[in-house]
């Protein structure tokens, strides 16, 4: 299974990608992407089988970038990492297609909710 | 809610509230110290380690220091600010790199780290203000001040014994008609 981690802090793409492998999911391939405009790029030209996308990136928001997608067809799988939990940006995240919201600050236990069952 | 949120919310509009509301409320009657604190003593505990703790001891900040902050606008607009020393925000980004920190941090690394710090801390700090408003990208550098210096809510703590502020500060003159 191949994961798109996309996050405009390379510190906190690091921290996802450590956290992915601490929830035990330690045998997938990682590609990372620095903004919204950069993981539209990858979804294309890597295939993911999931997006974890931050909300809040320069250029092309979280959001932005999964509304691309859905309007020109993927219905990659596609979850947010973001500091932003509350009820109304889950609402967005929902309504716009995404399966999930983690809110940062996140441990091993909480990508384990978020993804035992779209990570096979 | 805060009473603010509540008489904001379900008070009949009468030009009297609406006056009153015109000069927005201070930053202490929409979030207190303890409610920062909880989400400061929350993000250093996932990020940082399990046994990474912030000891209430406020101790001044080493001349030379360095600030990442995020903007709120909204009902409420600020910033809400992280400030520490530049030994401590290279500590800090080793501990958040942990093993993959490389042996020489890049300062942007170091900016990098401070500035996701304070996006953490300021994207649930806004989830406790007025809802709806926008958060702004990290930036870090010499802290905005305040607009009124009496307007924040400042934490102050010891991370490894140094210490370590968190400011959430407002920008009402700015909204004052």
Aim: with cysteine.
């Amino acid at each position: 299974m191949k994961i798109l981690v996309a996050d405009d802090s390379r510190v906190m793409r690091q921290i996802v990608i450590r956290t992915l492998r601490q929830a035990g999911y330690d045998d997938h391939d990682i590609v990372e992407a620095e903004d919204g405009r950069d993981a539209l790029d990858k979804v294309s030209s890597e295939s993911p089988d999931l997006v974890l996308s931050d909300w809040n990136m320069p250029n092309m928001t979280g959001l932005e970038c999964l509304q691309a997608l859905r309007s020109a067809g993927s219905a990659v799988p596609f979850g947010f990492v973001t500091s932003e939990g509350s009820p109304e940006m889950r609402e967005k995240a929902a309504n716009a297609g995404a399966l999930f919201l983690i809110a940062k600050p996140f441990n091993e236990d909480t990508f384990k909710d978020a993804l035992d069952g779209v990570i096979a | 809610m805060s009473p603010y949120q509540e008489e904001w919310l379900f008070s009949p509009d009468t030009g009297e509230r609406r006056r009153r509301t015109d000069a927005v409320p201070a930053t202490s009657q929409l979030i207190d110290e303890a409610t920062v604190r909880g989400i400061a003593d929350e993000s250093w505990f996932a990020l940082i380690g399990e046994d990474e703790h912030l000891v209430p001891v406020p101790e001044p900040l080493p001349a030379e220091v360095v600030s990442s902050w995020v903007r709120v606008s909204g009902p409420w607009n600020g910033t809400v600010v992280l400030t520490v020393g530049r030994g401590t925000a290279t500590e800090l980004t080793r501990a958040l790199l942990k093993q993959h920190a490389p042996e020489v941090l890049e300062p942007e690394d170091v900016e990098d780290a401070l500035g996701e710090l304070a996006n953490v801390v300021g994207g649930n700090v806004k989830g406790v203000l007025p809802a709806p408003s926008l958060l702004g990208l990290p930036q870090v550098g010499e802290a905005p001040r305040p607009a009124d210096p009496a307007d924040v809510v400042r934490l102050e703590v010891l991370w490894r014994g140094q210490p370590l502020a968190i400011s959430v500060q407002g920008a009402t003159r700015a909204l004052v008609h």
